[in-house]
């Protein structure tokens, strides 16, 4: 390098100080001059390797091809300078990104003698800073989601609502008429029962996000599973209209897994088929035994999904395009709790579907029990009581009221409390058999007055039942702590409470 440095030593010093840059010199046809040590090492070239060659060498196909290095030159030589931020090429073929800039050379009379060019290895910056953008994108996106989401939430909340004031409303306008009170209670708990699902598969998916699920396996048997499934999404079937067909194998299928979760999975893929089927159209659930696996498909006539959503179907809050002639309902979260409680039993689900208008297939596979056992035994029915003391307590009266008019129907002694001292109170002077006792109560939560109440050793064998909107385990945990014995996740359904109260046993 030196000898071509006639003008004397100090560019020499410069450019051989210059550890982090690459600097070297083009004659006026582009073609390398001189060489520093940092240019060998970012280039990867040594100063005999590359003297004399273009500096085309150093351009991307795709830049070459669009003739970049001539029209930089061609640049710098117009201008006095040329920025070239770009990927640049090393002798071994890798890629880096350079933050650079070629100068043109001019003696004094303006002659171009040629250009010197400095540049420095950017990579790491550049990815840094296309990871970041990735992340800001994945932000925005999110943050979109999360916007649509809750304007989906809020529609679909206030869905439930209209059915149950227009119930109500025929109520009070036409009292006495028992076809029109039989229509209206239908209708109420249907929509009292949507709302509570909504409720629930939101809670589902954070509790299966934060890995607070609890499966209670067994070896459950799959047709019972398919039958169960079938009959919680008929509703929604029969009322579209569709036509439902099965296939299941000959032989009993075991399985080892949580049968209430299962059913839950197939009962989304049948919703979800009967939801993007146009009334009339033909739903087929069949299922076949592939050796050490159950091969289960949901196949329906409907709507079809583009190709572009295929790969975020099970993502959360996906849904296809919503219209006001096509609104589908739900919260987009179904096939997520599909896929994740699948792959909590060593599951899978996958999508396929033609295109728009041409139907969807999913299909799910799950392992074979092992050969060996039995079916699961099924608990006994409840024990038939004489009626019983019951105490209510609850912050919200029309909650309290209404429970306790359910319970004074079916036969058992009710009183009710507001809050927290009014029942440890009201326990105390008169002993209930049970307590449905609320959480959060004014003046003392239920935790506090369930603690109070395991005190008094008159108090130690009354039933408390917990009332909470809560239900993940570490609230029942915190329930059990606090004395209760069972944990109930508002809504409360009344026969599922009657049961409960069925098998105390009344002193």
Known sequence: MRHLLREGDFFHLFAENLKDYAVFLLDTEGRVATWNVAAERILGYREDEILGRPSACFFTPEQLEHDYPRRELEMA?????????????????????????????????????GFAKILRDYTERKRLDEELQSRAEALARADRAK??????????????MAPIFNALHLLDRHPG????????????????????????????????TLNKIELRKERVELHRIVENAVQTAYPLIDARRHEL????????VWL??????????VANLLNNAAKYTEP??????????????????????????????????????????????????????????????????????????????????????????????????????????????VLVVDDSEDTAET???????????????????????MATADRPDAILLDIGLPVMDGYEVARRLRQNPAMREVVLIAASGYGQETDKAQSREAGFDVHLVKPIDPQELLRLLGTIRKE
């Open 177 to 208: 008429d028992e076809r029109t009170e039989r229509q209206a209670k239908s209708i109420i708990e249907r929509q009292v029962r949507q709302l509570a699902r909504l409720i629930d598969d939101l809670l589902d998916v954070s509790r299966i």
């Open 403 to 425: 429970m306790g008019m359910l319970l004074h129907l079916a036969g058992h002694e009710v009183r009710l409390a507001f809050d927290g001292l009014a029942a440890v109170e």
């Open 77 to 113: 030589a117009a201008t006095g300078k040329a920025g070239d931020d770009r990927w640049q090429v090393r002798k071994d073929g890798s890629w880096f990104f350079a933050n650079g800039v070629t100068v043109a050379l001019c003696d004094e009379a303006g002659t171009l003698q």
């Open 245 to 252: 067909t099965q296939s299941l194998p000959a032989e009993t």
């Open 256 to 265: 080892e897994g949580d049968a209430t979760r299962l059913e839950q999975v």
């Open 147 to 160: 916007d649509e989401f809750l304007a989906v939430l809020a529609h679909e909340l206030r869905n439930p």
């Open 280 to 389: 009339g159209g033909r739903i087929h659930i069949g299922a076949e035994r592939q050796r050490d696996q159950v091969v289960l498909r949901v196949r329906d006539t409907g709507v079809g999904i583009p190709p572009e959503l295929l790969a975020s179907m099970f993502d959360p809050f996906t849904q296809g395009s919503r219209t006001l002639a096509r609104s589908q309902g739900g919260l987009g979260v179904g096939l997520t709790l599909a896929r994740k409680l699948l792959e909590l039993h060593g599951g899978t689900i996958e999508a396929h579907s033609e295109g728009p208008e041409k139907g969807s297939e999913l299909t799910v596979r799950l392992p074979v029990a092992e050969p060996g056992g039995g079916q699961s035994e099924q608990p006994s029915p409840p024990t038939k009581t004489s009626a019983l003391r």
